[in-house]
């Protein structure tokens, strides 16, 4: 129904005659799409706004742009959706020859592409997860992967093992004996998520391109593209994911076959529950707010709930078209060049793929006095709060990409961040790169699987701009229980490039746990590789 009304239009709309659509949302007609200018847009407490909003206004200093909600209009939260609501319309029966046990599974038919799915009875939430081989869960929140499978490479060389295969590709090699001994047709197309080493080691997602029958090993890129970024290595963890022949775990599991833009989702729910009975949120959007060298904006008050991912998990996030690609980095509110005076406060972020992404990708749009404040961020896939420069790694002029001048993060609360990272980055609870100013305090941070804290100040390495006067503060923060799926990272860590001051923060029980044979722990004799290497404090460089 009708979500928003303008409050400060001369013409003296009022919550009797709101509009249907922002101005800002393409679906908007009429009156609302001819809208614009300097105004406080409130959103409806109690409805679903479903739409995307693309910012084409600036505010003044001193007179922003506003969107929020009032109190006294509607009861609830006024949420800003990216799924689409799928109530009814399901039918028994798996609908394709590779599920297994068909007369279990669900499907319909959706004119979108979902990669994420929610169920929905009453004010519980359940993730359903992608479909996937083994059907892990999480039966130690010490250790997140434990019910992962392991390369076991027997009798030989147990790292930097590759393949060629038929396109000729060069591909790492993983072998394990015990579990991969199908056909080809359950592994190739398949979506592997994989530890690595020597450093690091969050999961990233590789497409399967390659079987090898006689060693029991499927062939995939790289963490960095090339099969010799980075190492597998014997008992390293792994999962596989997004086959028809996966569909099969009774706790409940989806897989989207796409036709188009659109295609047929099929669904095993737990406990047999009939999704006919139920109500489910189908990840659809990716970004709910899209803003570029915007001034002068604040957005507080708001919900954000169910977004989508970018289809193409693997896509490696860099190259020559690299500022023509923001649907690598999706987020509720993404900044996809310059920004400035903008902020996000009192905001809640519950079940997307991340909160605030905000990059300075162009030469001379730069991002400054930007903050997230007092916002509630919960069950992200990418990230919480994320703000970057626009240099690439390995650019050395000063103006390859826009600044990242002046950056607050203050008081927000953040729990289990970066469930499913990125392709590459390790999507951190809260990660600041190369800004000049920064404070961050007051945050609590729980169950981050990779860092807390994670700031670059100044610039990257062997860029030549001048930074002189860079600071960092990091104060009166907690994070627990962080880095459950990485390793050799802080729960807070700081980077060279500046001053940085760390004081009166909590760090309490870094995981990190290292699954490798080079890195044969003291902890467990009967698990190889079982030593932590997470740090409470870290000071990289």
Known sequence: GDAIVYLSMPNGRSPAT????????????????????????????????RGTLVAKDSGEAGNPIRLTADPNWGSGEAIL?????????????????????????????????????????GTQITRIPLARLPNWKISDPEDIKSEWWTWDY???????????????????????????????????????????????????????????????GVGFEGYLGSARSRRIARHHR??????????????????????????RLHVILPEGVDPNTVVFEAGRETTLLSLENQRHIAIRGLSFQFTNVAWNLTE????????????????????????????????????????????????????????????????????????????????????????LFDVKILRNRIVRAGQRAMRVGSCNAIDVAAAQTVEIAGNIIDLPWHAGVNVHCAKISGNLRDVPLSRVLIHHNRVLDGIRTGDDCGNIETWQGGPAYVYNNVSGNPGGFRNASWMTGKDDRNRPGSARFGMAYYLDG
């Open 154 to 216: 027997p009798g030989g060389k147990s790292f930097d093992v590759t393949m060629t295969n038929d396109a000729r590709r060069e591909l790492v090699l993983g072998i394990d004996t015990r579990h991969l001994t199908g056909p080809k047709e359950l592994y190739l197309g398949a979506i592997l998520w994989a530890e690595f080493g020597w450093v690091d080691g969050t999961p990233y997602p590789s497409y399967v391109q390659g079987f090898d029958a006689e060693k029991k």
């Open 18 to 49: 709101p509009w249907k659509h922002h101005p800002w949302d393409r679906q908007a007609t009429a009156e609302a799409a001819a809208g614009g200018g300097i105004h406080t847009y409130v959103f409806k407490r109690g409805s679903i706004y």
């Open 238 to 263: 792994y999962y596989l994911e997004d086959k028809p022949q996966y569909l099969d775990d009774p706790a409940g599991e989806f897989w989207f076959e796409r036709k188009g833009a659109g295609g």
């Open 81 to 121: 959706s990216g799924g689409g609501k799928l109530a009814g319309g399901w039918v028994r029966g798996a609908g394709h020859r590779d599920i297994p046990a068909g007369g279990n599974v669900w499907h319909c038919e959706l004119d979108f592409s979902p990669r994420t799915l929610w169920m929905l009875r």
């Open 316 to 403: 490696l996030p860099w190259g020559p078209n690299f500022a023509l690609k923001p649907e690598v980095y999706p987020a509720c509110i993404r900044v996809w060049g310059g920004a400035e005076d903008l902020e996000v406060a009192h905001c809640s972020f519950r079940d997307v793929n991340a909160a605030v992404f905000m990059k300075a990708v162009k030469p001379g749009q730069p991002i400054d006095r930007v903050s997230v404040t007092d916002c509630d961020v919960r069950d992200t896939d990418h990230g919480g709060i994320t703000l970057q420069d626009g240099i690439q790694w390995g650019d050395s002029q000063p103006d390859a990409g826009g600044y």
